[in-house]
Nanobody
Framework: VQLQASGGGLVQSGGSLRLSCVAS??????MGWFRQAPGKQRELVAA???????DYADSVKGRFTISRDNAKNAMYLQMNSLKPEDTAVYYC???????????????WGRGTQVTVSS
C-alpha cells in the first residue's frame, strides 16, 4: 500500500483547506491524519475506519471533518476555522488496526505542509 497526500498550503487564520489522501493497493481498516509542528511530537488529528467510525483530537473537534470514500480508497480532511496553531506538516496513515497505533505502525504518506498565518 502507498499513500499520496495533497491539499496543503498557506491560508489566513479563519480560512479553510481540504486535504486528500489516496491509497494504492489494499484497503486498510483504519486511516487517519497526524500532524507534526516544528519541535513537537507527531500527534493524531483525526482518524476514520472503513465503517466510518471517527475519532478527533480535542483541539480540532467542531472545526475539522474527516471522511472516507472506500470506492476510491481515499480519505479527506476538511479543515475550517483554521488557527495559526494548526500550522504543521500533515501526514496520512493507514493501518489494519483500530485505534491507529501511531508513528511506528502502518503505512505513511509523505507529509503536506499546512501554514496558517495570523
Amino acid at each position: 500500500v502507498q499513500l499520496q497526500a495533497s491539499g496543503g498550503g498557506l491560508v489566513q487564520s479563519g480560512g479553510s483547506l481540504r486535504l486528500s489522501c489516496v491509497a494504492s493497493g489494499s484497503r486498510m481498516h483504519g486511516m487517519g491524519w497526524f500532524r507534526q509542528a516544528p519541535g513537537k511530537q507527531r500527534e493524531l488529528v483525526a482518524a476514520i475506519t472503513s465503517g466510518d467510525t471517527t475519532d478527533y483530537a480535542d483541539s480540532v473537534k467542531g472545526r475539522f471533518t474527516i471522511s472516507r470514500d472506500n470506492a476510491k480508497n481515499a480519505m479527506y480532511l476538511q479543515m475550517n476555522s483554521l488557527k495559526p496553531e494548526d500550522t504543521a506538516v500533515y501526514y496520512c496513515n493507514a493501518d489494519n488496526w483500530w485505534p491507529l497505533r501511531g508513528i511506528n505502525f502502518g503505512v505513511w504518506g509523505r507529509g503536506t505542509q499546512v501554514t496558517v498565518s495570523s
